[in-house]
C-alpha cells in the first residue's frame, strides 16, 4: 500500500528461523529492529547488532510460524520521531497538530517524552506528515480515530506504523490544541443512527501559541535492581503533561508532575557513551552557562576539557577510589547524566543508573532530555511560570 501511495518505509523483511534473518539483516545492513508480527507496547522489541545476536533473539523467539513471522526493518539512523493522531470519517481525514519525539528513534513511543505542536520541525515537514497521514486514512478507509508514527532520517519521512485505532495520546493532543477528538470521532462513528454531516470537512488547521510536553512515568524506584535504560519495549506506567507558552516552563512542569526534582544550582555528573559524544559540548556548555559545577568520567572529561568547558575528573568504578559510586552515594552530586555505552563497551556503567536511583538523584538517561532539561532549568531560573486555566490556553488559539 505505501508503494503505491509513494510513502517511503525503511527497508524490511520478514523471517520465520535464525538463518532466514540473518540472511535478511546482512541484505539490509545492521543494526535492525526486530521484533513479533504483532506486539503491544513494543514486547519482545530489540535492536540487533551483529549476527550472533540475531541468531540469540530468533532461537529465543516463541510462537514464530509463517504465519506470525519475526518482522525485520532497517534501524534508522539519528532519526527525529513523530506522531500524529487524526480523525477520518473514511473521506476526509483531519491532524491537529504533529507530536515532535524528544528521544530519537529507538525509544518506544510511549517512554520518550513529546513536544506539541512540534517544535524543530520544519512546516515542509510537517505538511507532509499531515498529507501521509490522509493519504493513507483514506486509503484504509478509517473511520474514526488513527495513529501514525513517523522518523524523519537526512529530511525524508519515513512511515512507522499505521494504527487504525485510538491512542493513548489522543487526550494530551486534545488537551492541548483545544480539539475533543473522542467526541468528533464518536459523531463519525454514529452518524449512521443520528443522520448528522460529518464535522470533518469544516475541521481547519490552527495556530497554538503554547506548547504541551508530554512525559512518561516510570516505576524504577520501586525496582531499583533494574537498569532504567529505554529502548523499544516500552516500561512507563503512566503519563503527564506540561502546558506553557514557552518550551522550557512546559518541561521543567512536566519533569515536576513526574516527582523529578529538576535541581536549579549544584553539580551536574556526566558520563557519555561514544556514540552521544556528538551532542556532548553542547549539553555540557548548557549546564555551564547555569552556572553548575561539572564532574566527569575518563573520555567525557577529556573531550570537556580539549573544549575548554571547566570541569573536574572523577574516577569509574573499576578505576579506584574515590569514584562516580562514592559521588552519588554521598549525594555530592544533583544530577546524573548517564547515557549507556552498550555492547561496545568492555565495562557494565549500569550502577551509575542504578545508584542514582537508590539515592534519589535525578538522573537522564540520553542527550535529547538533557538538552530539554537544561532548557527547563534555564526557564525556571529567569521566568515566573504562569498559573493559567485550560480554557484560557484554548482560548488563544487562533
Given amino acids: 500500500m505505501m508503494n503505491r501511495l509513494g510513502i517511503p518505509m525503511p527497508e524490511a523483511g520478514m523471517a520465520v528461523n535464525a538463518d532466514e534473518a540473518i540472511a535478511i539483516a546482512n541484505k539490509i545492513g545492521y543494526p535492525v529492529m526486530v521484533r513479533p508480527s504483532y506486539v503491544l507496547g513494543g514486547r519482545g522489541m530489540e535492536v540487533v547488532h551483529d549476527d550472533e545476536m540475531m541468531r540469540v533473539y530468533m532461537n529465543a523467539a516463541v510462537g514464530v510460524t509463517p504465519d506470525r513471522p519475526i518482522l525485520i526493518d532497517r534501524f534508522l539512523h539519528h532519526a527525529t520521531e513523530c506522531e500524529a493522531d487524526a480523525i477520518s470519517d473514511g473521506t476526509n481525514c483531519y ?94 462513528m454514529t452518524s449512521h443512527l443520528t443522520g448528522r454531516p460529518s464535522p470533518v470537512p469544516e475541521l481547519h488547521d490552527k495556530v497554538i501559541p503554547h506548547y504541551g510536553v508530554k512525559e512518561a512515568v516510570f516505576p524504577f524506584n520501586m525496582f531499583q535492581e533494574v537498569d532504567p535504560v529505554l529502548g523499544p519495549e516500552m516500561r512507563s506506567t ?37 556514540l552521544d559524544k556528538v551532542d556532548l559540548i553542547e549539553v555540557a556548555q548548557m549546564f555551564a552557562d547555569l552556572g553548575f559545577k561539572i564532574y566527569a568520567t575518563g573520555g567525557t572529561f577529556d573531550m570537556i576539557d580539549k573544549a575548554g568547558i571547566k570541569a573536574e575528573k572523577v574516577k569509574k568504578l573499576y578505576e579506584g577510589r574515590p569514584n ?40 537522564i538517561t540520553t542527550m535529547a532530555a538533557a538538552k530539554a532539561c537544561a532548557e527547563g532549568i534555564k526557564a525556571a531560573k529567569e521566568r515566573v511560570f504562569e498559573v493559567k486555566a485550560l480554557q484560557d490556553y484554548h482560548a488563544d488559539i487562533k
Fill in 238 to 274: 503512566g503519563e503527564v503533561l506540561g502546558l506553557a507558552s514557552h518550551f522550557g516552563e512546559a518541561c521543567f512542569k512536566a519533569q515536576e508532575a513526574t516527582k523529578t526534582e529538576l535541581p536549579l544550582e549544584g553539580s551536574v555528573l556526566l558520563s557519555v557513551s561514544d
Fill in 95 to 188: 491532524v491537529p497538530a504533529v507530536m515532535e519525539h524528544i528521544e530519537l528513534a529507538g525509544i518506544h513511543s510511549g517512554d520518550s517524552a513529546c513536544i506539541l505542536p512540534s517544535k524543530n520541525l520544519s512546516p515542509e515537514i510537517v505538511e507532509t506528515i499531515k498529507e501521509y497521514t490522509r493519504k493513507i486514512a483514506v486509503e484504509m478507509r478509517v473511520v474514526g480515530l488513527m495513529n501514525m508514527q513517523y522518523a524523519i532520517e537526512d529530511g525524508v519521512v519515513f512511515v512507522l506504523e499505521a494504527n487504525p485505532r485510538a491512542s493513548r495520546t489522543v487526550p494530551l493532543v486534545s488537551k492541548v490544541t483545544g480539539t475533543n477528538m473522542v467526541k468528533i470521532a464518536t459523531d463519525i
Fill in 324 to 363: 562516580i559510586g562514592d559521588m552519588i552515594l554521598n549525594r555530592d552530586v544533583d544530577l546524573v547524566i548517564n547515557t549507556p555505552a552498550g555492547k561496545t563497551s568492555a565495562h557494565d556503567d549500569s550502577y551509575i543508573r542504578k545508584d542514582a536511583i537508590r539515592q534519589h538523584v535525578p538522573y
